[in-house]
């Protein structure tokens, strides 16, 4: 983080409120003491947020609909020549493909062959006009290095990662979260084709989120972990990545890569 300070002029530091993003902060606030972090946060909403994750972020400076679109017009109405995000590698195959340092071209798009090479601790941050760089700082951490991180800087995360009861539905292998009632006649359902179908039936369960994304495309896992120790021993025997309970990665086999392409982070 040091190092996006000091090469770029505009950076941002991106905060969904989720795991990583809390342990992003974190690791920013030890960067830079005794100073106060030298960047804003930005927050990108969907409208489709889980209201567990409200109490939790430390301020905005975007409130827009869409996520890709909406990156992409902050980073031009602000003039970000950097964000920082929380992005791993081992959580999706697209993701593995990226270094610390992820170039972006002037429309914000991602080429995995279009990369620059990362020798020890070199970075190239240098960037023409227009052009923009993603930089994930825990790229390299699992998703157990970030719950022992949140063990060990004892930080508090939204009740969500834990077990709770919630009325969820059963579709394409997972289980999704039943979204509020609509209860305004007037205005456009934002929830249609999120709602579970007749052939649907809606359960309630005791589920917790491994990854948390907005009500539309987070899938929930039956799980009993109520404590971060326990989700420790729980991520030690998993088999599937945490992101294959995300419904937006099953869309197809290059969801996430097609994504990255058009700017998604």
């Known amino acids: 983080m040091r190092e996006v300070a000091a090469e770029f002029e505009r950076p941002v530091l991106l905060f969904s409120g989720g795991k990583d993003s809390i342990c992003m902060l974190r690791l920013a606030e030890k960067a830079f003491r005794p100073s106060d972090i030298p960047m804003p946060f930005l927050n990108i909403e969907t409208g ?4 567990e994750l409200a109490t939790l972020a430390p301020g905005e400076i975007s409130r827009n609909k869409l996520q890709t679109p909406a990156l992409l017009g902050a980073i031009e109405e602000f003039q ?3 964000a920082i995000g929380g992005a791993r590698r081992d959580e999706e195959k697209a993701r593995a493909k990226e270094r610390f340092f992820s170039f972006r ?5 991602w080429d995995p062959k279009n990369q620059r090479p990362e020798i020890w601790n070199l970075y190239n941050g240098r960037l ?4 923009n760089m993603r930089v994930y700082p825990i790229n390299n951490w699992t998703e157990m290095d970030v719950w022992e991180y949140i063990k060990r800087e004892q930080l508090a995360v939204p009740t969500i990662y834990f077990s709770h009861e ?27 084709g999120a709602r579970p179908k007749a052939s649907e039936p809606v359960k309630k369960l005791v589920v917790r989120v491994r990854t948390i994304a907005d009500m539309i495309s987070t899938g929930m896992i039956e799980s009993c972990a109520d404590s971060v120790d326990d989700i420790i021993g729980e ?3 998993a088999r599937v990545t945490e992101r294959g309970s995300r419904a937006d990665d099953k869309a197809s086999e290059a969801a ?3 994504r990255k392409k058009a700017g998604y982070f």
Not at 128 to 131: R, S, V
């Open 235 to 237: 991520v030690a025997a």
């Open 128 to 131: 023409n006009p227009g052009e």
């Open 166 to 192: 919630r009325k969820c539905f059963r579709r394409g292998g997972q289980w999704l979260p039943l979204p509020p009632a609509h209860t305004d006649a007037g205005q456009p359902d934002p929830y249609a």
């Open 105 to 109: 071209d002037s429309f914000g798009q």
């Open 256 to 258: 996430m890569e097609d």
């Open 48 to 51: 489709h947020e889980f209201p």
């Open 80 to 82: 970000f020549d950097c």
